[in-house]
């Protein structure tokens, strides 16, 4: 990965983090692909998310969410899969897919859109 996309990466678990959601795993990765980061959303009730970070120089060529196509959500819920069949446990969460947009700036990277459930499996 890029550096860029490392960096929106970092962007974007600071971001959970301060809405204090528990970060579980950074960049899963299994025979099937990868996951950007595994967290898990404390309130109401437990939602363990699984996130894909975007991050683009700018939105001139649309929003970095377009790029998570059906082809890479399918790969997504594979490797969710897989996750959860791992890391089974007594209490299986509800789960979700969000995307977070990273925009590079003129003052730095920062969030442009995060997309709560942008995708089912």
């Not at 579980?24 to 970070?53: M, R, S, T």
Request: aromatic fraction near 10%.
């Amino acid at each position: 990965m890029n550096s860029l996309g490392r960096l929106g990466e970092d962007v974007a678990r600071k971001y959970l983090e301060m809405r204090g959601w528990h970060i579980l795993e950074i960049n899963y990765k299994c025979h099937l692909g990868e996951i950007d980061l595994i967290v898990l959303q404390p309130a109401p009730q437990p939602i363990l998310v699984f996130v894909e970070v975007k991050t683009r120089r700018s939105s001139y060529h649309g929003h970095p969410a377009a790029s998570v196509d059906l082809r890479k959500q399918k790969r997504l819920f594979q490797v969710a899969n897989s996750y959860m069949e791992y890391y089974q446990s007594a209490t299986e969460p509800q789960c979700r897919f969000d995307v977070i947009e990273v925009i590079c700036t003129k003052d730095g990277l920062r969030i442009s859109n995060h997309l709560e459930g942008a995708f089912t499996g």
